[in-house]
């Protein structure tokens, strides 16, 4: 028989809307073409003109620009939010149900305390969780 995840009774999240993920430590943002074309679109913008302004290849992959202060490049200065947030790209949207942050107790520990929206709320069921890290590999 499969052995269940140590967090198979679902793990608690709501965000709090708070940005503190779209800023910080230096990172990556990975996007697809697919990704770029629709925060693109929804930023009345032409696909070339936002990889210009906001991307960069690291390697063979592409990666969201961040400022200076370490805020995501499409996060608005002003009001803290995403600019392109319907749009916004899978590493974002399944934040925080990265592997990386679920390989031990201790590691989503950690992801709590950098994220207000980890570990409150309700029970998101394993089934979610699941579906959310298969999107992509971070
Ligand atoms: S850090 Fe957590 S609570 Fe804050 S915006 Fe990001 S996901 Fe939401």
Not at 42 to 58: A, I, N, T, W
Not at 79 to 95: D, F, H, I, L, V
């Amino acid at each position: 028989m499969k052995k269940l995840p140590w967090y198979h009774e679902g793990l608690a999240f709501r965000c709090t809307q708070c940005g503190d993920c779209c800023t910080g430590e230096p990172g990556y943002v990975w996007v697809n073409q697919e990704e770029i074309d629709a925060m693109a679109k929804e930023l009345g913008m032409k696909p070339e003109q936002f990889e210009h302004e906001y991307v960069e290849r690291e390697g063979r992959r592409r990666t969201l620009r961040e400022r200076e202060n370490g805020d995501c490049v499409i996060l608005d200065e002003k009001t803290r939010k995403c600019r392109a947030y319907q749009s916004r790209p899978r590493q974002c949207r399944t934040w925080p149900f990265w592997q990386s942050n679920l390989r031990s107790p201790a590691d989503w520990e950690r992801t709590c305390q950098e994220c207000p929206g980890a570990g409150t709320g309700d029970l998101v069921p394993l089934e979610k969780i699941q579906e959310q890290m298969k999107q992509i590999r971070v």
